[in-house]
């Protein structure tokens, strides 16, 4: 009885968790495109990312402190992913492509400053493929 209740409350102390963390947004431009999107700037946002979701609309931007190769993978995600890396002078790498739930990462090509993950196919419908640049807005693009 006593590991039944230890069971049921970590499950709700996990799924509270779930719910826990929260993403500012930011108004981003990508090529000639302008969209608001999360931002994962913590190493919390960073690892929950969007996991347990059951759909994307505007995408999530990762943004780290240096530069370095970086590696995702699709633990806990339902929905099919791009994801462009971004380099130190914010143009993106080659898109590649994020599938539900595998869990085999997905390496940058170099180092990069960042990542910008979209649903799948978004980048190719709008013409945008590496070398595209990205400028942070804020709160609004001018």
């Not at 209740?5 to 719910?19: G, K, R």
């Amino acid at each position: 009885m006593n590991y039944l209740l230890s069971a049921l409350f970590a499950l709700s102390f996990s799924v509270a968790a779930v719910e826990d963390i929260q993403f500012e947004k930011e108004w981003i431009k990508v090529g000639h495109l302008e969209l608001e999107v999360e931002l994962a700037l913590t190493t919390e946002q960073r690892a929950r990312g969007l996991m347990y979701r059951d759909k994307v609309e505007n995408g999530m931007l990762f943004i780290y402190e240096e530069e370095r190769i970086l590696s995702f993978w699709m633990r806990n995600t339902k929905v099919p992913l791009d994801i462009a890396y971004i380099k130190a002078d914010w143009t993106i790498e080659p898109i590649q492509y994020l599938y539900p739930y595998d869990e085999k990462g997905k390496k940058s090509q170099g180092p990069a400053i960042g990542a910008l993950e979209m649903p799948q196919g978004w980048f190719k419908a709008q013409g945008l493929a590496a070398g595209t640049k990205i400028i942070r807005c804020g709160k609004k693009c001018d």
